[in-house]
């Protein structure tokens, strides 16, 4: 199972109403983008905050998470703040300028997404969709997919290990031949484990439609309140300092 | 009487051509444990897949209750809420995100309101000992906390007939007599339990009845430790006596036990039964 699943499934805030976190998380990345760079350096410390404090996120998983987007964040920064021409390479002209502006909305970008990764499983994101709209078809695929995703992850590692264990992985040659035995074996184990599923299903008396009680918390008018207040408190202060 | 369920002459292939039924008859009375014993790869799943009408047979006929089951959807729905279907890897049942939302599947299939369908979860739950287990992802609980989930997603719909492929494939000992302990109190609440199993010492312990399955055929169905004790019909349905029998066999025809002693059930019973036949200088 993916860390970040696992947290998502296991921190404090898991049955926080969705829309409150998803206002929360939305909310601040739309002010970190639209307005000044201040507000985008408060937007990613009261998200850092309220991720790690508040759903007691782990903080080396979060500094994990946060680490492979910061690469790219760097390459971005130094063709920003440099300038290659006749003259050799040298600093741009507002460069440092853009280049900080850069980085603290691309940050609070990050740790928006993040607290909303981290404290949220993907099956409550779809099925928020689906309350918002989405065909329940496709909100039924995406959840059976997600659902398969972790079946079939298991699969393929123990199929890895199986093979690992009998030196397919010994050179690289035998590794390429070894993933591709596996991506071949799971295509029919999955069709198999589908209609097994399809079986099940019918047995309990399926006919077409995934509905099932789902017992989430509601959004309080206050609790949306309350964020709203702070996000816009959060733009205001931006604009003063 | 009639019983609750009667097969007869049931005959089913393979697409391929391979015989997986071929003449089977079955009956099952009500309220009692009914092992269907055989080898690996006899068939025993198909045969519980025909039994809720899953799998449709080329020949022969289901009876629930005297009546003879059809296959249109209306008579479906109705079959499948009389008899529930526990598959053996629990993998294959669990699709929602979490237990009390899996659970809550069939009851919402029955039609029930959402307060019912609830108040079944709820029931379901505590049933199998996973209450506190309600809001846990399906993905992340252990192999035995799967199997109580996929059996509380079949007794929410309260089946008269719950059937169970392999029960206790894969679980630990102690798993294995938690779950005997559930099924047992399901059973007294008055659910008609239908295993299959290859592990011949569960079924001596566990099941009332049982029936030899080889060869696409029941080739002897009976009192447990009647049948189970019948090594030549076992032998045919290249099964081994259990324990418990080999020894209660060896034990009264050496007369360390009455003839007419009833067959321990356990280990326990069986030493209860020895201390109270062995003669006081071994006692003492």
């Not at chain 2, 169970?164 to 894969?170: F, I, K, M, S």
């Not at chain 2, 060869?215 to 019948?230: H, K, S, W």
Request: charged share 20%; hydrophobic share 50%.
């Amino acid at each position: 199972m993916s860390p970040i699943d696992r947290e998502a499934h296991l921190n404090r805030w898991r049955s926080k109403p969705l829309a409150e976190k998803a206002l929360l998380a939305l909310g601040m990345l739309v002010i970190a983008l639209a307005l000044k760079p201040a507000v985008a350096v408060l937007v990613a410390s009261a998200m850092t905050a309220v991720t790690l404090v508040g759903a007691r996120v782990s903080p080396r998983l979060w500094l994990g998470c946060m680490t492979a987007p910061l690469g790219f964040l760097a390459v971005g920064v130094v063709t920003l703040a440099l300038r290659i021409d006749a003259q050799g390479i040298g600093l741009a002209p507002g460069g440092f300028v853009e280049a900080g502006a850069l980085v603290a909305r691309s940050i609070a970008g990050l740790t928006c997404m993040l607290f909303l990764a981290l404290t949220t499983p993907a099956s409550d994101l779809v099925g928020g969709l689906g309350r918002l709209g989405l065909p329940s078809e496709i909100v039924d695929l995406a959840l059976l997919m997600y659902r398969f995703l972790f079946i079939l992850g298991d699969s393929a590692a123990a199929m890895n290990a199986a093979q690992a264990a009998r030196l397919g992985h010994a050179t690289a040659r035998q590794r390429v031949t070894s993933a591709g035995l596996i991506a071949a074996n799971l295509l029919p184990r999955a069709i198999d484990r589908a209609r097994r599923m399809e079986i099940a299903l019918a047995s309990r008396g399926w006919r077409g439609e995934m509905r099932v009680l789902a017992d989430r918390s509601a959004a309080t008018a206050s609790g949306l309140a309350v964020i709203s207040a702070a996000i816009a408190s959060i733009a205001l202060t931006g604009f003063f300092v | 009487m009639t019983p609750l369920m009667e097969v007869s002459g049931l005959t089913y292939s393979y697409p391929g051509g391979v015989a997986a039924l071929d003449g089977l008859d079955l009956r099952i009375e009500r309220g009692r444990k009914l092992a269907v014993l055989g080898p690996n790869g006899a068939g025993k799943t198909t045969l519980l897949l025909h039994l809720n009408g899953s799998l449709r047979p080329a020949s022969g006929q289901i009876r629930l209750d005297g009546e003879m089951m059809k296959y249109d959807r209306q008579a479906l729905n109705d079959w499948r809420r009389r008899v529930g279907l526990v598959l053996q890897d629990a993998d294959d049942q669990l699709f929602a995100a979490s237990v009390a939302e899996d659970v809550s599947f069939g009851p919402l299939n029955l039609g029930l309101s959402e307060d019912e369908a609830r108040q079944r979860v709820k029931e379901a739950l505590a049933a199998l000992n996973i209450s506190h287990l309600a809001g846990r992802s399906t993905h992340m609980l252990s192999f035995g906390q799967k199997k109580r989930a996929a059996i509380a997603g079949a007794i929410a719909m309260r089946p008269e007939i719950l059937m169970l492929d392999e029960p206790t494939a894969g679980l630990d000992q102690h798993g294995s007599a938690l779950l005997t302990e559930e099924l047992q109190r399901l059973c007294d609440a008055g659910t008609t339990l239908i295993f299959t199993t290859h592990e011949v010492d569960f079924a001596w312990s566990f099941a009332d009845e049982a029936a030899l399955f080889c060869n696409g055929r029941v080739i002897a169905q009976g009192q447990a430790t009647e049948l189970l004790a019948d090594t030549r019909a076992l032998a045919e349905a290249r099964l081994a006596p259990p324990v418990l029998a080999r020894l209660t066999g060896v034990l009264k025809t050496r007369g360390l036990l009455a003839q007419n002693a009833a067959p321990p059930r356990t280990v326990d019973d069986m030493l209860a039964l020895i201390v109270e036949w062995s003669p006081a200088y071994v006692r003492s």
